[in-house]
């Protein structure tokens, strides 16, 4: 894929890390709501966030853990190992704990989700890349030659 999507796609996170710091949302960062289907929780990703966060993983030495259908491949022991590559849907997401969740403050999350997806359609579109957005361990699982069982 392109580096220079990978790069427009790191600006993006990058104005949604800006502008999440302005909302002071408290995510304590405890990692409880990577622990996917135990949690009740279901992360989405695109062909390009997938590329990216598997790139990164990749240039960092951070190898995915299997996980099965359910799971991140990148939470381990709590944490998650590519977090400055997560995707939109792991930065978007935030526990009724998670501080401030005034009105306000909801609808200023809402839009910001809004946009920033628009942006991420965009970019698909730009770099011709096409646009596949499906939950994350399917997007992040690969075939293992032998077996033909999934592995992340
Ligand atoms: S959003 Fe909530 S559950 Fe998820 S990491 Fe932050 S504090 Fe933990
Ligand atoms: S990529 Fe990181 S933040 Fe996203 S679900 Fe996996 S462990 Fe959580």
New binding site residues.
Partial sequence: MHARAFRALERLYAHVTERLAELRL?????????ALRA?GHEVYVTGLEAACLRAWAREHGVAPQPSGPDACPYHADGACTVHPARALGCRL???R??GNRSEAVARALEDLSVEAHARLRDLHRAYRIVYKYQALPAALAVRTASTGTRAP
């Fill in positions: 408290d995510c304590r960062a405890c990692g409880s709501c990577c949690w997401f935030f526990c704990s998670a």
